[in-house]
């Protein structure tokens, strides 16, 4: 793996913090930096592939309204039993 080195401007308190928490997990800081933003990485690429996998099924799903919607938002209401009703003109 290549490293490139980068400058960083942190809070004080911040930066003091996450020295201690390297030292107790027996890590260079810059060694917790990496893990850190590897995990950040991974986790951000899996919720891109959720969200398009997720839009894609949307996409395939037919609501048979042909795109048109044929209500207003006052015909919908909750009945009692707190299932939704629409009243279509």
């Known amino acids: 793996m290549e490293y490139q080195n980068v400058t960083l401007s942190l809070p ?7 020295k201690l928490i390297a030292v107790e997990r027996g ?23 959720a969200q398009e996998r997720h839009l894609a099924l949307l996409n ?5 309204t042909g795109g048109e ?3 207003k938002r006052e015909d919908v209401w909750l009945t009692g039993s707190g299932c939704l009703s629409v009243q279509i003109a």
């Open 12 to 18: 004080k308190d911040v930066l003091r913090r996450a």
């Open 27 to 49: 890590v260079a800081l810059s060694a917790l930096l990496v893990q850190l933003l590897e995990d950040f990485t991974r986790q951000e690429d899996a919720y891109r592939k």
């Open 60 to 64: 395939e799903l037919n609501l048979g």
């Open 69 to 71: 919607i044929s209500w």
